[in-house]
């Protein structure tokens, strides 16, 4: 599943979730690819940081924080959904 998530400094990246527990998200880069599935190992993420992935809003974030628009990044993110209210 694409998500968005949120990383250091409120950076925003596209991401696959590969799985999930004990309150962790575990992503990889979106399109990454492995030859067995099964050997596909993720960075864990907080839950709180992982939103439902939604296009516009990945490239209004990414614009925000390129321009170092704190600001809006807070009013950005605000709109964004956690992944664990839609899965």
């Excluded at 599935?37 to 990945?58: A, H, M, N, S």
Aim: charged share 30%; net charge negative; hydrophobic share 40%.
């Amino acid at each position: 599943m694409r998500v968005i998530a949120e990383a250091y400094e409120r950076e925003p990246l596209d991401r696959q979730l590969v799985g999930a527990e004990k309150g962790l998200c575990y992503l990889v880069p979106f399109g990454s690819t492995d030859d067995d599935p099964d050997e596909i190992r993720g960075v864990g993420f907080p839950e709180r940081y992982v939103f439902e992935f939604d296009g516009q809003l990945l490239a209004d974030l990414t614009a925000a924080f390129q321009a170092d628009d704190t600001e809006r990044l807070t009013e950005l993110w605000a709109k964004a959904h956690h992944i664990m209210e839609v899965a």
